[in-house]
Antibody
């Protein structure tokens, strides 16, 4: 059974940092690209970042580029999101999602993500 | 960025109804469109990819269609567990972008 378990969320002051983790199990983590998607309170879904299976390629939304860094440790089956210079507008539940390979294209596989974690809440407030 | 517009933003329906949700892209995305279901307080659940392909385990009462800029999600025989918010997402280009969501409520 595929499981994705996020952790690391919490309350942080504006300008602060936080590192989120997503522990994966039930599939061969090292062969799948992964994404982070967030949802601000009472708002819709927003794609944040993605990383290829080997970590050779990373992608970011403009709203987080230069502040957030996605990475992965395939030996630990874990995905990360390092968040720096946090702002109030980064307050959200952060979900990790597993890509589904149905194409040779990384983008297509990311878009067809098939499993999501339960999310971890990040609150940026003084 | 590609803008995704869903309509309606909410709808009321009865158990057993057939409902249709529309998603329009601001440019041609061929069939690179996914649909997700989200219940209150829960993570999104993946329903459909490539506009019309069901993910494993998704019941056949869900169906998707469309290509280019106009897409639909149809739910046949609405059941109590189907009352939720539904989102479309394009993946024709970065950044991946979602529609604003359609809340399906009980009439």
């Amino acid at each position: 059974e595929v499981q994705l378990v996020e952790s690391g969320g919490g309350l942080v002051q504006p300008g602060g940092s936080l590192r989120l983790s997503c522990a994966a199990s039930g599939f061969t983590f090292s062969t799948y690209a992964m994404s982070w998607v967030r949802q601000a309170p009472e708002k819709g879904l927003e794609w944040v970042s993605a990383i290829s299976d080997s970590a050779d390629n990373t992608y970011y939304a403009d709203s987080v580029r230069g502040r957030f860094t996605i990475s992965r440790d395939n030996s630990k089956n874990t995905l990360y999101l390092q968040m720096n210079s946090l702002r109030a507008e980064d307050t959200a539940i952060y979900y990790c999602a597993k890509a589904k390979y149905y194409s040779n294209s990384l983008l297509r596989s990311l878009g067809a993500s098939d499993y999501w974690g339960q999310g971890t809440l990040v609150t940026v407030s003084s | 960025d590609i803008q995704m517009t869903q309509s309606p933003s909410s709808l009321s329906a009865s158990v057993g109804d057939r409902v249709t949700i529309t998603c329009r892209a601001s440019q041609d995305i061929t069939d690179y469109l996914a649909w997700f279901q989200q219940k209150p307080g829960k993570a999104p659940k993946s329903l459909i990819y490539a506009a019309s392909s069901l993910h494993s385990g998704v019941p056949s009462k869900f169906s998707g269609s469309g290509s280019g800029t106009d897409f639909t999600l149809t739910i046949s025989g609405l059941q109590p567990e189907d009352f939720a918010t539904y989102y479309c997402q394009q993946y024709n280009g970065y950044p991946l972008t979602f529609g604003g969501g359609t809340k399906v409520e009980i009439k």
